[in-house]
Structures are given as structure tokens and as C-alpha cells.
């Protein structure tokens, strides 16, 4: 069966944007840039200038820095005119050419307020234009950093991280190198490393963003954050603006709903959405989802790149479309993240059946996590409900050798992988099997008290029942009764696919 959405816990963990993006949403605001960067990343003011000075020289330097420059920022539509040139002429470098190249394929626009829909091939020309800049600017922290994250999204986790020390080590106390850095630490699972870099970081104890980070990062390695009354001090202390305070009031809001606190809790997300984060507006939904009584006013999704709030938000409200759209979205604006492409994969197959968009989902995130079990695991299922059997038992054995962790106890996994051997049996050709494998998923459950992975199990049961049998019984009523066993997030997707189950009894009845 497709790996549940885990939405039992939440953290506001930085996001990891390019400086450019970061700088542009507010995020960066009272951070001065450490006198040890040569030059910041090309300013919109910049790039006018990098434009005069190509239309006024015609030269292939200049065209260079402009695309190099555009690259950077995503926004190649500056230098669409000099890379024109360059591939015209033909006679620069063959880097130049491919760079300008890429300028000409891109096809993203970067007015509409979505992240850029960037390919393997474009992540790597990104990655040359960094260098490039690099090598003219070596001492830029800002583009180290940024450089690390394209390694990051294609999996390249040993250039992400030497660059990233690279640019701790140029600039150990900037905001931003720092907030990046630890994101990159936990992305690779490294969390000790990324609440040391934390708690030793020279103004973490004044800043409301790195303290936000560090008391996330402390909670991360299993233990409170001794920082914890000092960000209450600050929420205070009023010498901030609602933004700049937004993410610290989410994570004390956190620690006080898991306290048991749930005045508190509601009392410090109110602050959390004066002005907020689109990060705060995630987790405020997410404790909206699991504390009633709460609600994150509606203005609050309008904040820029509210995407996986506004998916998730989609999924309860039995909006997949909307769902799967914000999910892409989000999936853009982390690429290096499993996790929208977890909500993306399972909502696609369970409660819309398109298992191609699933493994879209999958492929998008599998270069930076390539031994992510829920990606194994949601693989699996889209490659077993399109009949690629083949590929399907090969996913299955690498699955079963890692399932583990992830949130979930080897019981939790046992469940999933006992309902996945019974889909590949069925697939197979082997009903009988598949029904004592699905009849074992269910046993795990029921007696764990698994109520929802249960769920799960029996409505695919049922599925390939009906799908193998065409004179098999079905009860609809125990297929509803399935589905309300289901949590907020998943409940409207399970149903869908019940409904699914029910078209096709409903079908195999009428041409009996």
C-alpha cells in the first residue's frame, strides 16, 4: 500500500532558499553582510547594470557575467538577448555556449510567484554559472552557499557539504549561511552537527531567527533547548517586528501545545500570524489539524509561498486537485526535501489513481534522498498498481532492507510491507497469496492498534479483490467504516479511493 502521510509531528525547521529568494520574502531583514564577502549576489540594481554594460560592450565577457548573473537568480529572461548572441557567434567557450543554451530552453516564468521548474540538465548549468562566479569571486559566502544547495538537490551531498563549510568559514555568523547550514545538517540526518553550529553562533541569544533555529535543532536531538526562556524574553521585549519574531513564536507556541499548554500555545500563534512566515503558517495549520478550536485566519495563506499549507489544507478539505498542485509547487520550492514529495506521490495514487504523476513525485525527489524509505515505498505501490511487476519486486526487496525509522516503529513497517507483498501477489497472478499477506497486514494492525495503516490495508484488499473477481462480494459499508478510521489529512483521499473500490464492484455487478 502506498506509505501513509506522516502528519503526527511538525517542526519549523528553516527553509533553505537561494539568498536571492530569502532576501526578497523579508527574511534577511537587520542582517548585515559580514565584511569578509567580496560582493553580494547580483542585486536587482546589478543586473541593470550588468544589462548596460553587454548592450554598451557587445562582448563575450560581458555577455557571460549577464548570464552567469541570470542563472544565479533564476530569472534568465535578462539575458535571453545575450545568450542569443553567444550561440550565434559560436566561437566562446563550449561552457559559455551550453550556459547560454540553457538561458534559451528555460521556460519558467519568473513573474507568476512559483518556484522555477528546473531539470537535472538546468540544475547542473546552475551549478557551472555558480562556479564560475565563484572563481571570479571566491570569497562570496552568500554564493558558496547557494552553490551547496544545487549540489544538495541533486544528491551531491559531499560538494554541498565542503561547500557549505566553505561558507561557515568565511562568514561563521551570518544569518543566513548559518540557517542554510543547519537545514543542509538535517537534511542529511547530521542533527547534532546542526544544533552545535547553532548554539555556538555568536549572536544566536539576540537574533529571533537563529534562536527560532536552535531551539528547533535542540528539540531535533531529543532534549530541550536551554535558550528557551531567552526567546520568550525577546517575544517580550517588543524590539522586533512581527515578522522578524514570527518563527521563534511558532516554535515556543510548539513547545507549549506539546507541554499540554493549549492557552499558551494559542497565545503565542496569534504573535506567530501578525505578521507571519509562510513556515508559521505551516505549523499554526498543522496544530490547527490536531487541536480543535483553533483556526489560522484565512489570510494567512496569502502569504507568499504558502504552498504546503495550502496543500494540506487542500487534502482535508477533499481538494486534491488544488492539493497536488500546491504539492508540485512546494516540491519546487524544497527539492532536496522528501517530504512534499511523499504528500504528492500518495495523494496522486490514492486519491486521484494517477500513479504516472506519482512516480513524478518520486523521480523529482530521489536524487538527493535516493534511500528514502516512504519514497521506496510509495514507488513500490505506483509501479505495482501500473502492473510493472518486474519493477516493482525490485523496489519491494531494496524496501524491505530499509524500511525502518522515519517516524515509524518495525511493526508500523511490517504492516505496510506484509499489504505490498499482497499487492505484488495479486499482481502476480497469485490471488490466494496475496489475500493470506493482506490478511497478515491486518492481524499486525488490529492487534497493534493500528487503526489507520489497517484502514489502508483493507480498502487495498478490497481493491484487488474486486479487480482480480469480478463476482466477489463487497461491502460498502465496511469499506466507510475503513475510511472514518482515517485522520483528518488522509480521510477525503481514502474516501475517494473507496469510491474508486465501489465503481468498479458496482461495474463487474451490472455486466455479470
Known amino acids: 500500500m502506498a506509505d501513509l502521510i506522516d502528519d503526527s509531528h511538525r517542526h519549523i525547521i528553516p527553509r533553505w532558499r537561494p539568498f536571492s529568494v530569502a532576501a526578497g520574502l523579508g527574511e534577511l531583514s537587520g542582517l548585515a553582510v559580514a565584511p569578509t564577502v567580496e560582493r553580494p549576489l547580483p542585486s536587482p540594481g546589478e543586473m541593470e547594470r550588468l ?7 557587445r562582448s563575450p565577457a560581458a555577455a557571460s557575467d549577464l548570464i552567469d548573473a541570470a542563472l544565479v537568480l533564476g530569472d534568465n529572461s535578462v539575458a535571453r538577448e545575450a545568450a542569443e548572441w553567444v550561440v550565434a557567434r559560436g566561437d566562446t567557450s563550449s561552457l559559455s555556449i551550453q550556459l547560454a543554451r540553457g538561458v534559451l530552453l ?63 568559514g568565511l562568514d561563521p555568523s551570518n544569518r543566513f549561511v548559518v540557517r542554510s547550514a ?116 484565512e489570510m494567512a495563506f496569502n502569504v507568499p509561498l ?46 486521484s489513481g494517477d500513479h504516472h504523476l506519482a512516480l513524478e513525485f518520486i523521480a523529482a525527489a530521489q536524487p538527493s534522498n535516493p534511500s528514502n524509505p516512504r519514497l521506496l515505498a510509495n514507488e513500490f505501490y505506483a509501479l505495482a498498481s501500473l ?36 499487492l505484488l501477489a495479486f499482481r502476480s497472478g497469485d490471488p490466494q497469496r496475496g489475500s493470506a499477506h493482506y490478511r497478515r497486514a491486518m492481524d499486525i494492525a488490529a492487534a497493534e492498534g493500528f487503526l489507520e495503516h489497517g484502514a489502508h490495508a483493507f480498502l487495498n484488499f478490497a481493491m484487488e479483490q474486486v479487480r482480480s473477481d469480478p463476482r466477489s462480494d463487497l461491502s460498502e459499508a465496511e ?34
Open 182 to 297: 543547519c537545514r543542509f545538517f538535517m537534511h542529511t540526518h547530521d542533527m547534532e552537527r546542526a544544533h552545535h553550529l547553532l548554539s555556538r553562533t555568536p549572536g544566536v541569544t539576540k537574533d529571533p531567527w537563529l534562536l527560532s533555529a536552535e531551539i528547533v535543532a535542540a528539540r531535533m536531538t531529543t532534549r530541550a533547548s536551554r535558550l528557551i526562556k531567552r526567546g520568550k524574553e525577546i517575544l517580550a521585549s517588543a524590539k522586533f517586528s512581527a515578522k522578524e519574531t514570527s518563527e521563534l513564536a511558532g516554535v515556543l507556541g510548539t513547545e507549549e501545545y506539546w507541554g499540554g499548554s493549549r492557552k499558551a500555545a494559542r497565545r503565542h500563534f496569534a504573535q506567530a500570524l501578525v505578521d507571519p512566515t509562510e513556515n508559521a503558517v505551516a505549523q499554526a495549520s498543522w496544530i490547527a489539524r490536531h487541536s480543535s478550536g483553533f483556526v489560522v485566519p
Open 106 to 168: 528555460d521556460t519558467s516564468d519568473p513573474t507568476d510567484g512559483s518556484p522555477p521548474i528546473l531539470d537535472q540538465q538546468q540544475r547542473f548549468q546552475r551549478i557551472a554559472a555558480y562556479r564560475r562566479m565563484l572563481a571570479r569571486y571566491p570569497r562570496n559566502s552568500l554564493l558558496w552557499i547557494d552553490l551547496a544547495r544545487e549540489y544538495s538537490v541533486l544528491g551531491h551531498n559531499v560538494g554541498a557539504r565542503r561547500a557549505v563549510r566553505i561558507a561557515l
Open 51 to 57: 544589462v548596460r554594460e553587454w548592450r554598451l560592450q
Open 387 to 422: 502492473n510493472k511487476v518486474g519493477e516493482a519486486a525490485d523496489t519491494l526487496a531494496e524496501l524491505d532492507r530499509l524500511a525502518s525509522g522515519s517516524g515509524w516503529t518495525r511493526l508500523e513497517w511490517d504492516v505496510l510491507l506484509e499489504a505490498d507483498r499482497g
Open 306 to 351: 504558502a504552498f504546503e499549507a495550502t496543500a494540506l489544507r487542500a487534502l482535508v478539505e477533499d481538494e486534491h486537485g488544488r492539493a497536488l498542485v500546491n504539492t508540485k509547487s512546494w516540491q519546487q520550492d524544497e527539492p532536496f526535501s522528501a517530504r512534499p514529495a511523499v504528500v504528492g506521490a500518495w495523494t496522486a495514487s490514492v486519491a
Open 479 to 512: 469499506l466507510d467504516k475503513a475510511v472514518q478510521s482515517a485522520g483528518p489529512t488522509t480521510r477525503g483521499a481514502l474516501a475517494s479511493f473507496a469510491e474508486r473500490i465501489k465503481a468498479l464492484h458496482r461495474l463487474n455487478k451490472s455486466t455479470r
